[in-house]
Nanobody, 114 residues
Framework: QVQLVESGGGLVQPGGSLRLSCAAS????????MGWYRQAPGKERELVAT???????KYADSVKGRFTISRDNAKNTVYLQMNSLKPEDTAVYYC????????WGQGTQVTVSS
């Protein structure tokens, strides 16, 4: 089983930036995918970005060009750099680890508001 600890959420003004981090521990396999998902009030959880252990990335259309996902395999940590934030980015952001199984973090709140 894999445990995930997220950090970096908070309140930011429109146009601002935040960086989320997610550290994984436990039974981590060398081949895996880590990613970020978000859930806004009244909406379903949606994919934001994913990255494989080899560095291949995928982004939701709504965040392309503004968000960047990266990872440090030595630290088993994935990051999400969020720039040019918009009010519609407001949500709880969840980290996910996936190999043959799947684990989720507890979520971190991101609020974009003036």
């Amino acid at each position: 089983q894999v445990q995930l600890v997220e950090s970096g959420g908070g309140l930011v003004q429109p146009g601002g930036s935040l960086r989320l981090s997610c550290a994984a521990s436990g039974s981590i396999f060398s081949i895996n995918v880590m990613g970020w998902y978000r859930q806004a009030p009244g909406k379903e959880r949606e994919l934001v970005a994913t990255i494989t252990n080899g560095g291949s990335t995928k982004y939701a259309d709504s965040v392309k060009g503004r968000f960047t996902i990266s990872r440090d395999n030595a630290k088993n940590t994935v990051y999400l750099q969020m720039n040019s934030l918009k009010p519609e980015d407001t949500a709880v952001y969840y980290c996910r680890y996936r190999d043959s199984d799947s684990s989720w973090g507890q979520g971190t709140q991101v609020t974009v508001s003036s």
